[in-house]
């Protein structure tokens, strides 16, 4: 079970201990570096740019957040751009689409394909990315019962956190 924050001891909020964040950005980005040259895919400056901004927070990006980012560091990029990066990135495993909240994550294990469940906090908003693949096989065998091919499937949970629900008052 990983957290969305990705490859380094999760922050926590509240007084808890924290990490350095920058490392976890700076590990994904070369590991998305790894992964691309293993897989003969251009990751281009802008490409890699949109993923360090995906790394950036502790909870999904959306496109036009991105876009904003991107025109504050003087690209002068437009929404198709931000688009084409992101479908890079989702081509390669570097990022997960929070469908319900239609914006971006890092994926912290972007060398292997898997099928992941996203736990949502409906009140900081960060996510936790758990790689159950009982969840997944259980999904592909309810869909195979009932003659149904999965192509792709995106299991998301809203709740609460733990640092939420132990500080809610």
Do not use: K
Request: proline share 4%.
């Amino acid at each position: 079970m990983g957290e969305r924050r990705g490859p380094g001891a999760p922050e926590r909020r509240h007084g808890a201990p924290r990490h350095d964040h920058q490392d976890c950005i700076a590990e994904a980005l070369s590991r998305a570096d790894a992964v691309c040259r293993a897989r003969s895919a251009n990751l281009t400056e802008i490409r890699r740019r949109v993923l360090e901004l995906v790394w950036s927070g502790h909870a999904p990006i959306g496109a036009y957040e991105i876009l904003d980012a991107l025109r504050r560091d003087g690209i002068s990029a437009q929404p198709p751009t931000v688009y084409r990066a992101l479908e890079f990135l989702l081509a390669q495993g570097l990022v997960h689409r929070i469908e319900s909240r239609n914006a971006f994550i890092g994926c912290a294990q972007p060398d292997e394909r898997h099928s992941s469940q996203f736990l949502i906090c409906r009140d900081c908003g960060t996510v936790q990315e758990l790689s159950d693949r009982r969840i997944g096989a259980a999904v592909s065998a309810g869909a195979r019962d009932v003659g149904f091919e999965v192509g792709r499937s995106t299991v998301e949970v809203e709740g609460r956190c733990m640092d939420c629900s132990t500080h809610a008052g």
